[in-house]
């Protein structure tokens, strides 16, 4: 049993906190344990990482000379480019014989990042998990349904051990098949569903075609995450799987799921800051940012034994709200990420987030929950081609009201974006649908 699990009773109903000595520290309490965590760190980077020392020995810095968090910014960041020079041990800052778990992260370009851990940090990574499932509402009494791929992505691992550990009983169904996953959760009584939220679509869909009502399932809880998604789709997944939909975040080149996670309150998603240092830069300068700024997430792991990470550029962008939450948790809330500072498309010298097209059709009542952009140059000038499968009523209706429905949807997209996109509608079923992350730009503009 875990030591310092316990139960704590506010405003008559029961909030579950996994580790409230942690999740609770005061400001003052938990910055001078990310120092001395901090500290012990950076001495085994530099005594242990060649890359290390010659990025603090280019800044003429010694780990003994960082006195106070803030001296934290004065330290050299580490990138994806980092981990791929490296390639694929010399980002490790224990010998093998103390590696016992390797993982990759799927690399879009090139090869895959690799990453270790040690016992300990296995341990602290399922702690981790244990923490946020359980601020999801998971406790021992649930069946929990893991349809993320089971390989070297984290994202199964992470949940499986957190979920073990909270006691709850675990369903390694691995993602596809879909078919199965709903006779499985209809037949084992899952409970709680784990997979990215556009595969949770796909299962959603799956139902409706086969003419299964949600509220059959003992289904009550999602936790979804690996991917960023918009406020729309979480209620468009509550109300079609009859469930309360959960954000949660975590990378690979970090941890993999278990970084931060959202409580009950669901304000944006607590960061473990016991054990990572969150900080906002503009990813354009690279300068920190005040408090409360929109910018990409930087991260530094301070209890990570075999691949510690100072300051890594997350390329996720985000805010960080450090107000009080109402469930008790004093740990820094991150918001739902807009998406990969890699995933911002320029149209037209326009910043655009597929998640912003996304909260639009999400909105519109006609449109179903599967679209693709495509971006494309006609001359000078890039085009966004914004493809969306209608429901049938608008698909097969007269021309005139199809060609307003499409007009309509311009004019949505146009002021949101602030830049012009051409809607295309098309049949219903007709995109494909995804088992993990979903693919949904295609840039033709590239060469
Ligand atoms: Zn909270």
């Known amino acids: 049993m875990h030591t310092s699990r316990n139960d704590i009773r506010s405003n008559e109903e029961e909030v579950r906190i996994w580790d409230p000595v942690h999740e609770c520290l005061s400001r003052d309490e938990l910055e001078m344990l990310q120092l001395t965590r901090l500290r ?28 106070d968090l803030s001296d934290l910014t004065r330290l050299p960041f580490t990138t994806k480019e980092d981990l791929r020079l490296n390639y694929p041990y010399g980002m490790f800052a224990v010998p093998m014989r103390q590696v016992v778990r390797i993982h990759s992260s799927s690399g879009t370009t090139g090869k895959p990042t690799v990453v270790g851990y040690s016992r300990s940090d296995l341990q602290i990574w399922a702690d981790l998990a244990a923490r946020f499932m359980t601020a999801a509402g998971v406790t021992d009494e649930d069946i929990v349904h893991i349809a993320f791929g089971y390989g070297l992505f984290t994202g199964a691992f992470g949940l499986h051990y957190g979920a073990e550990l909270i006691g709850a009983s675990v369903i390694p169904m691995s993602s596809g098949n879909t078919d199965k ?23 959603a869909d799956r139902m409706e075609k ?20 918009s406020e729309p789709m979480r209620r468009e997944l509550e109300e079609r799987l009859n469930i309360v939909a959960t954000d949660n975040y975590g990378l690979s080149e970090v941890m993999g799921p278990g970084i931060a996670g959202e409580c009950r309150h669901r304000c944006g998603m607590h960061i473990f800051e016991d054990h990572f ?36 550029r997350t390329r996720d962008i985000t805010r960080l709200n450090y107000e009080p939450c109402a469930c008790g948790r004093t740990h820094v809330r991150m918001e739902k990420t807009m998406g990969r500072s890699d995933d911002m498309l320029i149209i037209k010298g326009v910043n655009v987030f597929p998640t912003q097209i996304e909260e639009v059709l999400f909105q519109v009542e006609e449109c179903e929950p ?16 914004v493809q969306v499968e209608v429901n049938e009523s608008i698909f097969f209706d007269e021309m005139k009201k199809q060609r307003a429905f499409v007009d309509h949807l311009e004019k949505r997209l146009l002021s949101a974006l602030g830049v012009g996109a051409k809607v295309k509608l098309v049949e219903p079923s007709s995109m494909p649908r995804h088992e993990g992350k979903a693919q949904r730009v295609i840039d033709r503009r590239k060469p």
């Open 210 to 229: 086969s003419g299964i009502d949600p509220r059959s399932l003992a289904l009550r809880v999602g936790l979804f995450g690996a991917e960023p998604w």
């Open 277 to 312: 240092i969150p900080e906002i830069i503009d990813p354009e300068t690279g300068k920190t940012l005040p408090q409360g700024s929109v910018g990409e997430l930087v991260l530094t792991s301070i209890t990570k034994e075999a691949f510690p990470m100072v300051r890594y």
């Open 181 to 203: 996953q709903i006779m499985i959760m209809q037949d084992y009584r899952s409970t709680a569903l784990v997979c990215t939220p556009s595969y949770a679509m796909t299962i």
């Open 40 to 67: 012990s760190t950076l001495e085994r980077v530099f005594n242990n990482v060649p890359c290390y020392q010659g990025k603090f020995r280019d800044l003429d810095i010694h780990p003994s000379d960082l006195i």
């Open 370 to 385: 599967h679209y693709q952009l495509v971006l494309d140059r006609a001359g000078t000038m890039d085009t966004l081609e």
